[in-house]
C-alpha cells in the first residue's frame, strides 16, 4: 500500500496507454529505473546519457535501502539487487574512542539494507535495460528543449535531437532539466564535507569482522563510517571531512590518493578503530567524493511536458543513506501516475503530491545530521552526551526507520488526480529553450 495520504487512490482495473513516448535524460540510477517503469506503464521510453562511454566500474560503495529494494521490485528486479553486495544488520553509533553510544536494530519485518557497489547496481540496471530493448544512447548531454502543442524536442551538444511526448529529467544534482524547467531554480548546496573512502586490510574483531554490523562515528576532528567485508579480508571504510570551501575534482585529484589517505590519519589519529582501519588502507583501492551535495527545496517540480526526477530535484545528500532509494520510489511512482492519468499535467502534479512531502523531510533530517558532521569540537561532544538518550527515545528505530525503510509503492493502486497548483515559473517564451555546455 502506498503511503501517500494525498492522491485518494482506489483499485480499479485500468486502461494502458501505449502511444505515448518519453525522452529520459541521464542513465545514471533514476533514468533506466525511469525507463523501466514507464515500460510497464505501457509508455515507451529512450534514454540519453551524457557520458560517451557507459559507467560500468565507476563509483563507490553505497546502502541501498529496504524502501529503494521494494521500489525496484516493481520493476522486477527485486531479487536480483537483493543479492548484489552484502546485508548490513545492526548500525552501530560510536563515540570515536572504541565506545558505543547506540545501535539501531533494522526492523524486524523489513528486508536488510544492502551495501554494495554503485557499478554492480549500474550493471544490472543497463542488462535489464538491453534484455527489455530499451535504447541508451551516450555521448548524448542535453542542452535545450523545445516544446510545441504535439510533443517536446530534446536538443543534445553533439547537434542530434529527439523528439517525444514528455522529457523527464533523471541527470542529477547539476540538472539541466531543472534550468530549462525554471531558469530561477535552485541549484544543489555543497554540505560542507569532502567524502573519501576506500578498503584496509585491517580486520575487525567479533561480529563488525563478520560484516554483521555497520559503524558510524563522531570522531575527534571527522565523521567515520566502517563496516567488515562478508569474506573477512578487511574493512570497507569512508571518511566525511569538514572542508567550508568546495575543491573542485581537479583539485581533489592533484592532492592525490596518498595525500589523502594520510589527512584522514592525521584527522582520525585519535579515533578508534579509525586509527587502525586507516592504518592499513590502500590508497589505490580509494575515491574521493568533492561534491557532497544536497538539493534545496525545488519549488517546480515540473512545467509543460517536462518533469523531474531523483537528485534532480531531491537529492538528500549521503548522510541520509536514500539518495538512490528515493530516485528509484519517485521513478516508479511517476511512471504510476503517467499510467493511470492520461493529461501529463494531472500525472505531474499527482506525482508531486505524493512525493515532495517524503522527500524533503528525509532531506531536513539529513541536513541536520550533515551539520552535526561538519560541527566543531563543542558540537561533538554536546553529541556524545546527547546520542544514548536520544537513542533511546526520539531516535528509536521504530521512530527513525519505519517511515523511512517502510515505504511501499503498490503498483496496482489506481492513482487519481490532485488539483494541480498552477505552475508561475518566469517565463520562457515557448519555443527553444535552454543553454549549451552545461556541465552534469
Ligand atoms: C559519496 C556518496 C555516497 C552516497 N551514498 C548513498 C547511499 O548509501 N545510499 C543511497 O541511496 N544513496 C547514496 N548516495 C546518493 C546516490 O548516489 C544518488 O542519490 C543517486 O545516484 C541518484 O541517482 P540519479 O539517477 O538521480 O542521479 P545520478 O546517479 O547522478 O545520474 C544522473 C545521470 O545523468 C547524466 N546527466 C547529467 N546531465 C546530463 C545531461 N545534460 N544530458 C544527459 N545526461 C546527463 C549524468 O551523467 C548521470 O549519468 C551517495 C552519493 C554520494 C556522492
Known amino acids: 500500500m502506498s503511503t501517500d495520504g494525498t492522491t485518494g487512490t482506489t483499485r480499479t482495473t485500468r486502461t494502458t496507454r501505449t502511444s505515448r513516448k518519453a525522452l529520459v535524460i541521464g542513465g545514471g540510477i533514476a533514468g533506466p529505473v525511469m525507463a523501466l517503469a514507464l515500460r510497464k506503464a505501457g509508455i515507451e521510453a529512450e534514454v540519453f546519457e551524457a557520458y560517451e562511454n557507459s559507467a560500468e566500474g565507476v563509483g563507490g560503495t553505497f546502502g541501498l535501502a529496504p524502501n529503494g529494494l521494494g521500489a525496484l521490485a516493481v520493476v522486477g528486479l527485486g531479487a536480483e539487487v537483493g543479492r548484489l553486495g552484502q546485508p548490513v544488520g545492526p548500525m552501530v553509533i560510536e563515540d570515536g574512542r572504541g565506545g558505543v ?34 535504447e541508451v544512447r551516450h555521448g548524448k548531454r542535453l542542452v535545450a528543449a523545445e516544446e510545441g502543442a504535439a510533443g517536446i524536442t530534446a536538443h543534445f551538444a553533439d547537434g542530434s535531437s529527439a523528439t517525444g511526448d514528455l522529457l523527464i529529467g533523471c541527470d542529477g544534482t547539476g540538472s539541466t532539466v531543472r534550468t530549462l524547467i525554471d531558469p530561477d531554480a535552485p541549484a544543489a548546496r555543497y554540505t560542507g564535507l569532502l567524502g ?24 575527534a576532528r571527522a565523521f567515520f563510517g566502517y563496516w567488515g567485508l562478508a569474506d573477512g579480508s ?24 596518498t595525500e589523502w589517505l594520510r589527512r584522514c590519519r592525521e584527522l582520525h589519529a585519535d579515533d578508534l578503530p579509525a586509527r587502525d582501519v586507516l592504518r592499513r588502507a ?25 518533469v523531474l526526477v531523483g537528485d534532480a530535484v531531491h537529492a538528500p545528500s549521503n548522510s541520509s543513506g536514500q539518495g538512490a532509494s528515493l530516485a528509484v520510489e519517485s521513478a516508479v ?48 561532544m ?7 538518550i536520544l537513542m533511546r527515545t526520539v531516535m528509536s528505530p521504530e521512530k527513525m526507520l519505519r517511515p523511512v525503510h517502510g515505504y511501499r509503492i503498490d503498483w496496482e493502486q489506481r492513482v487519481t488526480p490532485v488539483v494541480p497548483k498552477v505552475p508561475v515559473v518566469p517565463v520562457v517564451p515557448v519555443g527553444r529553450q535552454g543553454r549549451a555546455g552545461r556541465a552534469a
Open 282 to 306: 590502500d590508497p589505490d583501492t580509494m575515491e574521493t567524493f568533492p561534491r557532497l551535495e544536497i538539493m534545496p527545496s525545488v519549488p517546480h517540480w515540473y512545467r509543460g511536458r517536462m
Open 333 to 380: 511512482e511517476l511512471a504510476r501516475c503517467l499510467r493511470d492519468l492520461p493529461d501529463h499535467t494531472a500525472a505531474f502534479a499527482a506525482y508531486e503530491a505524493m512525493r515532495r512531502p517524503r522527500v524533503e523531510k528525509i532531506a531536513a533530517d539529513a541536513m541536520r545530521t550533515n551539520n552535526q558532521k561538519a560541527a566543531g569540537p563543542v558540537g561533538r
Open 196 to 219: 573519501i573512502g576506500g578498503y584496509s586490510a585491517h580486520r575487525l574483531p567479533g561480529r563488525a569482522g563478520r560484516g554483521e554490523t555497520v559503524h558510524f562515528a563522531n570522531g
Open 234 to 257: 578487511g574493512t570497507a571504510w569512508f571518511s566525511n571531512i569538514p572542508q567550508p570551501e568546495q575543491l573542485t575534482s581537479e583539485q581533489v585529484r592533484t592532492v592525490g590518493m
Open 101 to 134: 553510544l547506540g545501535e539501531f536494530a533494522g526492523l524486524a519485518d523489513l528486508p536488510h539494507q544492502r551495501l554494495m557497489r554503485r557499478a554492480e547496481l549500474y550493471e544490472v540496471l543497463q542488462r535489464r535495460l538491453r534484455e527489455t530493448g530499451i
Open 382 to 388: 554536546v553529541f556524545r552526551l546527547a546520542a544514548p
